[in-house]
């Protein structure tokens, strides 16, 4: 392995605050939901970098996993945010108050 | 689990005492409004229980080995707290006095409460009343034991108020659960001391060489602790007070609390554990002289009281008083012999006036006399056997049990306890008689004064045609035979309690006989001074005591005791106790209540901002928690 464990675990590191950050931060259904895959990434990279340093395939089935896992909710996410949209006419989180 | 009997002992007893169990819980749930039912089916239950007992006293009439039966119940961490039967002597006799007792109570009490809105109600009580005391009878444990200690004052307090319109009568069951309950926690103190030293409470390790072990220090403390529920159970002094007032119950109940069961309850556990008591010579003195007070106490009480009711309570707490003494001292026949004769004679006693009471519905000696009270000729017989049998005249059962106890008395090197005991015998024999004579024979003139309403001379009393008679006069008519049947048996119930070889206290030496011919002696001047002052045709009917005005008083309140408690209740406990209880609830604990009841809905307030319907706070508050975890485990 070139690069060392140590950098990938800075990379997934990095990602995964981007990831909260974009999550937290951002008025918008669509980025929080990007900010969450970047966050599944970042765990995912995290784990790939492990399974090659242990010389193990247990990592990298779980990112396979992780993978599946991201696809199913990025469509169910952007089902429920498209009738969202048809209800309030917005992407911010913060006009779906329905329930206060 | 541990036996060393037959397997057919273990289930006669788990009938007898199941059996008024079940007939409780039926009668309380099906059957609240069919008295003559639920009457059938708790006579039934004590029937059985009946048989039950006495199957068991003939199988095991060679006395012998106690025969133990336990399984485990509780367990927690390496204490065990084992549940089931012990059946020796002791409380196989006990067990068959208290069937006997409710049984014939119960089918008195037929006639007795006839009529009564709470018929059922009151006999679902009597069931649950005659399962406690079995159970206790045969408890292996002190745990259990006091399981069933409590059981029975429950159901006596019950039964004492069970009238409960009348104020009286509440106030009554009350005084009696709240005085025992005094004597009870030093009981359970003492229970837990013993268990903390020895690690069980069976009675037979505690009678057993284990106890011996124990410092004496911590035997006489044990000891004088549950003595302590001893003296609330069995009303000795200083908490005697309750048991006048518990006359307010139904007479049937007066009879069966003061007989066999209630107050029995103490006297039998003091010989229950007589082995480990006599441990302890320091408290075995205090137990005899506080026997000895509460019977001269009581003595006095009674030979003023003109309620009938009254007289034959106070005349319970000394005879109460003399079995403690004659068990101080060290008689253990004699103790339980006299518990045994009292059960019959003051049920007998108990149940006679229960008649007149229900006849002529007034407790009052005087008015009893006029209106005609020796026409009842049943009772009125029954009533002199039983009074007879309380002074100690000779062929009677109560002869016999009082000569035990004087020549264990005699025995004793301090000859000032024999003196108290013969003081006591006179006094007994004073105020029972009293009662006869008054009742016997009455004055013309205060026959005058009597209301003429229930006209009770000319009510067929022969027993013929009125069943509620019948039904209170034969339970009546099978005492009296105990009554006087009972002391011939002496003999063979010491060999069955002690066994043929133990020696007797009584000992046909001098001194003894000596004794006993003063007590009878004493016994029959206490006749012929009542007769003398009450009977004599011209007699002035008023009593030694009452010409000196300062006793009388002193006597009626009764050595003003409940004055005492009153002061001490209103003073120390009302103004000082509670009002710092008082205070400390309305302070401390309402006000830290309160001021977390006002911190939680601040918090509320604050956290109810994160749930104001934006997804990114709440995240933002998961990532920040989950932040803070990582840290936390890391470092």
Redo the contacts between chains.
């Keep these: 392995m070139i690069v060392p464990f140590s950098h990938v675990l800075v990379l997934s590191g990095i990602l995964f605050v981007l990831g909260?950050f974009c999550?937290?931060?951002r008025?918008n259904l669509i980025m929080?939901i990007l900010g969450i895959e970047i966050m599944l990434n970042a765990a995912a990279i995290a784990f790939i970098g492990a399974s090659l340093r242990r010389q193990d395939l247990d990592g990298q089935t779980f990112v396979l996993f992780i993978l599946a896992v991201a696809a199913t909710e990025v469509s169910v996410g952007l089902a429920i945010i498209v009738y969202a949209f048809r209800r309030t006419g917005s992407f911010d989180?913060?006009n779906?108050?329905l329930?206060? | 689990m541990q036996m060393t009997g037959g397997h057919i002992t273990v289930s006669i007893v788990t009938l007898a005492t199941l059996a008024p169990f079940a007939a409780f819980l039926v009668i309380l749930l099906f059957m609240r409004s069919r008295p003559r039912l639920s009457a059938g089916l708790s006579i039934g239950a004590v029937i059985l229980s009946f048989a039950c007992s006495v199957l068991l006293l003939i199988l095991h009439r060679a006395g012998g080995e106690a025969v133990q039966y336990t399984s485990r119940w509780m367990v927690a961490g390496n204490i065990e707290v084992p549940f089931g039967y012990l059946i020796d002597p002791l409380s196989l006799l006990m067990l068959v006095i208290v069937a006997t007792i409710c049984l014939l109570v119960q089918v008195y009490s037929l006639g007795y409460m006839a009529g009564d809105p709470g018929f059922s109600r009151y006999y679902a009580f009597m069931s649950l009343f005659s399962w406690a005391m079995m159970s206790l009878t045969v408890s292996p444990t002190l745990f259990q034991l006091y399981i069933f200690w409590e059981l029975v004052g429950l159901s006596s307090y019950l039964l004492i108020g069970f009238w409960y319109e009348k104020f009286s009568a509440t106030q009554a069951g009350k005084k009696a659960f709240v005085m025992t309950r005094t004597g009870d926690t030093a009981f359970f103190i003492g229970l837990l001391l013993i268990f903390l030293h020895l690690g069980n409470i069976g009675i037979l390790q505690l009678n057993g060489p284990e106890a011996k072990a124990l410092s004496p220090n911590v035997i006489t403390l044990a000891a004088l602790l549950i003595f302590g529920g001893i003296v609330g159970k069995s009303a000795q002094f200083p908490l005697m007070t309750w048991l006048p007032d518990a006359m307010e119950g139904p007479t049937p109940v007066s009879a069966l609390l003061h007989s066999a069961t209630m107050v029995a309850a103490g006297v039998y556990l003091f010989a229950r554990l007589f082995p480990f008591f006599s441990l302890s010579p320091t408290a075995m003195s205090i137990f005899l002289g506080i026997g000895t007070i509460s019977m001269l106490l009581a003595a006095t009480m009674a030979m003023v009281s003109r309620d009938i009711k009254k007289v034959w309570a106070y005349s319970t707490i000394s005879q109460l008083g003399f079995m403690i003494m004659a068990l101080g001292a060290g008689g253990y026949f004699a103790g339980v012999f006299h518990l045994t004769t009292h059960a019959g004679f003051k049920a007998l006693l108990f149940l006679c006036s229960g008649v007149f009471i229900h006849h002529f519905h007034t407790n009052d000696i005087f008015e009893l006399g006029g209106l005609g009270g020796r026409a009842l000729k049943v009772p009125m017989i029954c009533l002199a056997i039983a009074a007879a049998a309380l002074s100690g005249i000779p062929p009677l059962s109560g002869y016999f049990s009082k000569e035990a106890i004087i020549g264990t008395l005699a025995a004793l090197e301090n000859p000032v306890w024999l003196a108290a005991g013969l003081a006591g015998i006179f006094l007994t024999a004073y105020y029972a008689f009293r009662v006869i004579f008054l009742l016997l024979l009455p004055k013309p003139g205060e026959t005058a004064q009597a209301p003429p309403s229930p006209s009770p001379t000319h009510v067929s009393l022969d027993g013929g045609g009125n069943s509620e008679y019948r039904f209170m006069a034969w339970p009546l008519i099978v005492l009296a035979g105990v009554t006087v049947v009972l002391g011939l048996l002496e003999n063979s119930l010491r060999d069955f309690l002690v066994g043929p070889h133990a020696l007797g206290a009584v000992a046909g030496d001098e001194m003894h006989a000596r004794a006993g011919y003063l007590a009878l002696g004493l016994a029959a001047s206490g006749v012929v001074l009542a007769w003398f002052e009450f009977g004599r045709h011209g007699s002035s009917r008023i009593g030694f005591v009452e010409r000196i005005p300062v006793l009388a008083r002193l006597f009626a309140e009764r050595w003003y005791l409940d004055h005492f408690y009153r002061l001490l209740v209103g003073e120390v406990i009302d103004k000082g106790i509670s009002y710092l209880c008082y205070k400390n609830d309305n302070k401390v604990i309402d006000g830290s209540i309160d001021a977390l009841c006002a911190g939680t809905v601040e918090g509320g307030r604050i956290t109810a901002l994160l749930n104001s319907c934006m997804i990114q706070y709440r995240l933002l508050t998961i990532f920040a928690v989950l932040v803070f975890l990582a840290l936390y485990f890391s470092f």
Excluded: D, E, L, T
Aim: hydrophobic share 60%.
């Design positions: 909260v999550a937290v931060a008025r929080i989180p913060g779906f108050n329930m206060k």
